[in-house]
């Protein structure tokens, strides 16, 4: 059912509408279990924020009665949560499966809280946070994502072949430390090597050796180290590293290392380099003789300045069909039709995943791309392109600009269409204030005339 979500008024009633349709249409839960605002603060809160080291795992899926997807994903969670008890899934913590509904009394404040209004949100709360589900709401990739988060955040790695194994699977992330477990600064850094992994839970597998066995004995060389490993068509090149101690730097080199270091974009790991919330430097190129030097040299710069860490570096191949789609998408102002030559930008998601890029046709030198560069390209604000409406002004001025000298037919495009969007945007955002507020607006109104 379509709820009309800019009217509060709209919405409750047909949230309504919804609420009674679906009353009898709820099967019995077989191993969700229902929560109460008021025990929400033992049966969570205080489980994972206890002092004392956390024995059960509480997911929690918030919902409220008119909300058609939350309906739909209760069963869905509900069946992994039965699959994950019989066994399918090894070596996981107790775990406890919630549903708590955001409409009862109490219920609002804690929701606010904990998911805003976007529901249904599914929650793992362990080791004092809360991690958020964020994929197709069915109930094998329920089961996959759980088994995931919560089970153990590092493991213990003894033998050469295990190291092989996991690296054979996937990208792999390993701590060499000392035996002696007393050491202060092996404390710590087991413990930020921890936290690191905790944070990128469902992404990233962590591992630690210590020495004095097999495996920490064949790698060699001073402990404490890192290292990372993946099967050889990832092309991972790992920066070296010494600052161990410091929690930032140890982030910083796993967020720079588990990419090769250019990382040709495609839609399929998009997601994974703007989820770093890093910026990535990205030549944008064809497929031709003077793209191929460019990437070369690219290359060879990127090598240089990653060490840095604090850019990724990727290549964008506008020949390609899929990045074609992933320009068209993401960075409009990227038309094949605009580009003349290799050219550079700069784009980063913010934590409000809300995507920036930076882009000036002058910034195309890459034999000589520096840091210092970079930091001035982003400080510019006519280079930074973002969702906002002065950007798609300014995109529409930029485009018309580089154009002028076009085909016709390119020009449309790049100009015509974006200036369409922006009118129709305009047009039905104030046909629906109207329609919803007639009393505002002509308050509005008639205080623009006074
Ligand atoms: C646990 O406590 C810390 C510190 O008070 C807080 O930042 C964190 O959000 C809490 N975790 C949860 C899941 O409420
Ligand atoms: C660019 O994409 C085209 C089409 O997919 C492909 O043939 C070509 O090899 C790519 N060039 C580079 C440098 O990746």
Request: charged share 20%.
């Amino acid at each position: 059912m379509f709820c009309p979500s800019n009217s509060r008024w709209a919405l409750s009633c047909c949230c309504l509408v919804v609420a009674w349709a679906a009353e009898d249409a709820v099967a019995p839960l077989k191993a969700l279990e229902t929560l109460t605002a008021f025990e929400f603060e033992e049966k969570v809160l205080q489980v994972v924020n206890g002092s004392e080291s956390q024995k059960v795992v509480p997911i929690v899926m918030f919902h409220q009665p008119w909300c058609e997807h939350c309906r739909n994903a209760i069963p869905e969670l509900d069946q992994a949560a039965v699959s994950i008890a019989e066994g399918k899934y090894a070596m996981l913590p107790a775990l406890k499966f919630y549903l708590f509904s955001c409409a009862e009394a109490g219920g609002k404040e804690i929701c606010d809280l904990h998911c805003g209004t976007s529901f249904p949100s599914i929650m793992v709360f362990r080791d004092g946070r809360a991690i958020k589900y964020n994929r197709p709401r069915v109930a094998n990739v329920f089961a996959w994502w759980i088994y995931r988060v919560t089970r153990p955040a590092v493991m213990e790695l003894s033998e050469k072949t295990d190291w092989d194994g996991v690296q054979q699977r996937g990208l792999a992330f390993l701590l060499r430390v000392p035996a002696k477990h007393s050491k202060v600064e092996t404390e710590l850094i087991l413990g930020n090597w921890q936290q690191l992994a905790l944070d990128s839970l469902d992404k990233l597998d962590f591992f630690v050796a210590f020495e004095g066995k097999e495996l920490a004995d064949s790698i060699g060389g001073p402990v404490p180290s890192v290292h990372v490993g993946g099967p050889a068509s990832y092309q991972l090149e790992p920066t070296a590293f010494e600052a161990l101690e410091d929690e930032e730097v140890m982030k910083e080199w796993v967020q720079i290392n588990q990419f090769e270091p250019v990382i040709a974009l495609n839609p399929y790991n998009w997601g994974d380099v703007v989820s770093t919330e890093l910026a990535a430097i990205t030549l944008l190129h064809a497929n031709d003789e003077e793209a191929a030097a460019a990437l070369k040299a690219f290359q060879l710069k990127a090598r240089e300045l990653r060490t840095g860490r604090k850019y990724l570096f990727a290549s964008l191949n506008v020949s390609d069909e899929e990045s074609r789609m992933l320009i068209s998408k993401k960075l409009p102002l990227f038309t094949p039709a605009l580009l003349q030559g290799p050219q550079m930008f700069v784009f980063q998601e913010g934590i409000d995943g809300k995507l920036v890029y930076w882009e000036d046709p002058k910034f195309n030198r890459v034999l000589d791309l520096s840091i210092l560069e970079v930091e001035s390209l982003m400080a510019s604000e006519e280079a930074k392109q973002d969702q906002s409406w002065e950007c798609w002004a300014k995109h529409i001025r930029k485009a018309s600009v580089r154009l002028g000298s076009h085909s016709p037919r390119s020009l449309a495009v790049a100009v015509a269409v974006p200036a369409l969007v922006l009118y129709l945007m305009v047009k039905s955002s104030m046909a629906l204030v109207g329609a919803l507020f007639p009393a505002a607006l002509q308050d509005a109104n008639s205080k623009k005339s006074k």
